[in-house]
């Protein structure tokens, strides 16, 4: 066999969106998901605290996190000791 048909038979890379490129999206989703959105509330609660007019935007931003929380106690735990102890937040 010739290097040409040799090259041939080698397989092409797909036309369109890489593999690669959805696994990267799945994963800044996820991470965005499980990690950020969660962290997210401790600056959120302590923007509170100055700011509460803002009250009904925070409510409904976390209402998801708090649904979780509520019937999650080990969420829960992690939350408030989140917001107490690394946000300094009463």
Wanted: charged residues 15%.
């Amino acid at each position: 066999m010739d290097e040409t048909s040799a090259r041939d038979l080698a397989p092409q890379p797909p036309n369109g969106p890489q593999r690669g490129s959805h696994c990267a999206w799945v994963l800044q989703l996820l991470f965005l998901l499980l990690v950020a959105y969660p962290l997210s509330l401790g600056p959120a609660v302590k923007l509170l605290k100055s700011y509460p007019a803002i009250r009904p935007l925070v409510e409904a931003a976390y209402a998801p996190l708090v649904f979780l929380a509520d019937r999650w106690s080990l969420l829960y735990d992690f939350l408030s000791w989140y917001i107490k102890t690394v946000w300094k937040v009463q």
